[in-house]
């Protein structure tokens, strides 16, 4: 993980990662490199990867509007938190999908709260997960699964690339698949939320209408209660 801090004010800086660091810290982890950029140019002038970056509006040269529109036309995986005194830059800020809006001056509890949402958003990202098939095994990042469907006694494993027929039944799909981020909407489906275009009371659809998935009505106020929490943290 690189995690990428873009101001102009120094002491806003060294708060990041002061507070950064202590966040690792408490929970026991290594913490990840950070770079730091005092201006819109040098940060899109660097070249290597980023993970997380924390960003502010006003700059000298290029405002941080102009560069979140940039980073995330080339990395739109990244995760964006908004860093300024200036909520009007808000609505502009939300066209690129920043992740949170964080407000001058920084609250430590505040930031914790959202690095926790941050780091969840980003181990599901990246984590892969091997889909066994009686011809081999196929590993696939968790985020690319659309959804498992259990069709007679055959389970398939729906994903962007292509469809799978799975060796293992939908219990173990359940117990390995991120809690964050898939749901059980009925005993012969499990959804990715981040797939989802639309649902209603015994519907969800998947992947711009491509697939469905039946919602029992038990589960439809839970289903919407952690699609919306879902929404939330990603935002």
């Not at 964006?80 to 430590?108: C, G, N």
């Not at 959202?114 to 196929?138: C, F, Q, R």
């Not at 659809?205 to 919306?228: G, H």
Request: a negative charge; charged letters at 25%.
């Amino acid at each position: 993980m690189r995690i990428a801090i873009c101001d102009d004010d120094i002491l806003v800086v060294e708060q990041l990662k002061y507070y950064m660091k202590a966040y690792f810290d408490k929970k026991g982890i290594k913490c990840p490199e950070i770079s730091c950029f005092s201006n819109g140019e040098s940060l899109l002038s660097d070249k290597e990867e980023k993970d997380i970056l924390f960003l502010d509006i006003e700059m000298p040269g290029i405002n941080g509007i102009y560069v979140g529109n940039e980073i995330k036309r080339t990395n739109d995986k990244i995760i964006i938190f908004i860093v300024t005194s200036y909520s009007e830059y808000l609505d502009d800020a939300m066209r690129f999908h920043v992740f949170r809006y964080l407000s001058k001056p920084l609250d430590k509890q505040r930031f914790f709260r959202n690095m926790n949402d941050a780091i969840d958003l980003y181990n599901t990202m990246t984590v892969k997960v091997p889909i066994e098939t009686k011809s081999g095994v196929h590993t696939l990042p968790a985020s690319s699964i659309i959804m498992i469907e259990a069709q007679g006694r055959k389970v398939i494993v729906h994903t962007i690339q292509s469809d799978f027929e799975s060796v293992h039944n939908m219990q173990y799909w359940l117990e390995l698949l991120p809690k964050n981020c898939f749901f059980q909407t009925h005993r012969s489906f499990i959804v990715n939320l981040e797939h989802i275009s639309d649902f209603d009371h015994s519907l969800v659809y998947m992947a711009d209408n491509q697939f469905q998935a039946y919602l029992t009505k038990r589960k439809y106020t839970t289903f919407k209660d952690t699609y919306l929490l879902y929404l939330e943290s990603t935002r």
